[in-house]
């Protein structure tokens, strides 16, 4: 895939955004002339979360944002609203709020065996529409045996943190861009798009980066 344009993407398996603007991408690569190789890259939202968070999507919200419950509400609504535009059909009365630092290793690790885009799909399900947990090791195993993962040997990465030093690379490469919300996606490591743009948006920067290859040819 050496002609391929490459695409990084900065992302959090629990923001929400971040799976709508999967999809807005993907409609917009569906459209495009040519060949696309995506990677993530691990960004957390909130590294403080406990795995197990006391509390809703609300109770965070509130807490996190210091909105009143109804604004919370009025958030979760909103954005429920969005996806459900893109085919996603969020259920935030059973979302468990937690860490996602195990999340981000596992992408890592199937990454390794050429399955990242497949993991990052269930993941992203698992939290937003399966209402699965995303922060322990053993149901993060279970998630990654689902799309033919070896379970043990997930934990057995995962407990030992053999991709612990990875995800603190993409996290600090972030930084180092300037990057302080997600989604975030780069371009052939040139050109920065922030948010879940519409695919006309994305499709417009696959098509500015293949003419500028062109014209260099």
């Known amino acids: 895939m050496s002609d ?8 959090d398996v629990q923001c929400p955004w971040c799976y709508i603007g999967k999809r807005k991408f993907e409609a917009a690569v569906a459209t495009f002339d040519g060949d696309v190789e995506v990677e993530y890259h691990s960004f957390e939202l909130a590294p403080d979360t ?16 210091g909105v009143s419950p109804a604004q919370a509400d009025e958030m979760l609504d909103r954005v429920t609203g969005i ?3 893109v085919g996603l059909d969020y259920d935030y009365d059973h ?7 195990k999340a981000h290793e596992l992408l890592h ?14 993941l992203l399900k698992a939290y937003f529409v399966d209402g699965r947990h995303v922060g322990r090791i053993e149901d993060l ?9 070896d379970r043990s040997e997930v934990v057995e990465v995962l ?16 930084e180092a861009y300037g990057i302080n919300g997600v989604p975030f996606f780069v371009f052939d490591e040139k050109y ?12 417009n920067v696959l098509e500015q980066v293949q003419n500028e290859r062109e014209s260099v040819k």
Do not use: C
């Open 4 to 11: 391929a344009i490459k695409v990084d993407i900065w992302s």
């Open 50 to 65: 406990p795995v197990d968070f006391d509390g809703t999507p609300k109770d965070y919200l509130a807490q996190r944002k």
């Open 83 to 85: 996806a459900s535009s």
């Open 95 to 101: 979302v468990h709020q937690t860490n996602t630092i």
């Open 109 to 122: 690790y199937a990454r390794s065996q050429g399955r990242q885009l497949d993991m990052k799909e269930r």
């Open 141 to 149: 195993a279970d998630l990654a045996a689902e799309i033919g993962l």
């Open 159 to 174: 407990t030992d943190e053999r991709y612990l030093a990875d995800v603190k690379a993409d996290v600090a490469q972030a």
């Open 192 to 203: 920065g798009v922030s948010g879940a743009q519409d695919p006309a948006t994305f499709a």
